[in-house]
């Protein structure tokens, strides 16, 4: 999301950003329709992803990217849209700006209050019987949400908030949900996103364990959010080589248990 964004770097560096995550080991990338500046930048990101994938020099079937559909960007502005006819359009335009004939991992973005949840789900579940995408995961949702999905699709993953600033959030459940069930768990804004990760260096909690792991506060973090569940997955943005590389290193950064503890009963403000 930060490649395209407001504040991202040129296409230039962008695609540096994404080889660097490929190069690093990474896997999974995890975009949406709506990474953009506003309506008239729509698939942005999407096909940013595209030409870092066709330019890079790797094994691309070894990569699983991921996409979304249920925003809206007018004026910059984000805001849901549920509507079926909404969704299949977005997959239609997601098919061409990432140039597949099928999407990997397509998700819900966010349940629309002014659409009954179930009517979104099902489309996306004629979506996948159209063959046009593979998974199918869900964002933003609660573990009742969860279940109602269920009751119509399989879902593959759910994508929600997890950061220690927002540990107990209304989604409390969810990673302890999934992992019983099978699903994996796209933990988003694990730093904390924008400002909050800024807060990160210097945190009394923190930085005891960086120095001694040899580590950045950002990698700690990580690592923690990592040993949350054996179903999570990371899914951190960055704008720079240097901030993908560091983030890649969390993966061999296995905390103890005095440590994760001491995150977990750390105070993270938002203030």
Known sequence: MPLSISGRPDEAQGVKVIHAALDSGMTLIDTADVYCLDDDDIGHNERLVAKALATWSGD?????????????????????????????????????????????????????????????????????????????????????????????????????????????????????????????????????????????????????????????????VLAWVLARSPNVIVIPGARTVEHVVDSASSAELELSAEELKAIDDGEFSTA
């Open 60 to 220: 691309r079937d070894s990569i699983l990217v991921a996409t979304k559909a249920g925003l809206r960007r007018p004026g910059g502005r984000w805001e849901t849209d549920g509507r079926p006819a909404h969704l299949k359009a977005a997959c239609e335009r997601s098919l061409n700006a990432l140039a597949v004939d099928r999407i990997d991992l397509y998700q819900f973005h966010a349940p629309d209050p002014g659409v009954p949840f179930t009517d979104g789900v099902g489309a996306f579940a004629e979506l996948q019987q159209e063959g046009k995408v593979r998974w199918l995961g869900l964002s933003n949702v609660s573990v009742d949400e969860i279940g109602a999905a269920r009751g119509i699709v399989g879902v593959a993953t759910v994508q929600n908030r997890f950061n220690p600033f927002f540990h107990e959030s209304p989604h409390d459940g969810a990673i302890k949900y999934c992992n019983e069930n099978g699903i994996g768990y796209l933990a988003y804004s694990p730093v904390g996103g924008g400002r909050l990760n800024k807060k990160l260096p210097g945190h009394p909690v923190l930085d005891p364990i960086a120095t001694a792991r040899r580590a950045s506060p950002h990698a700690v």
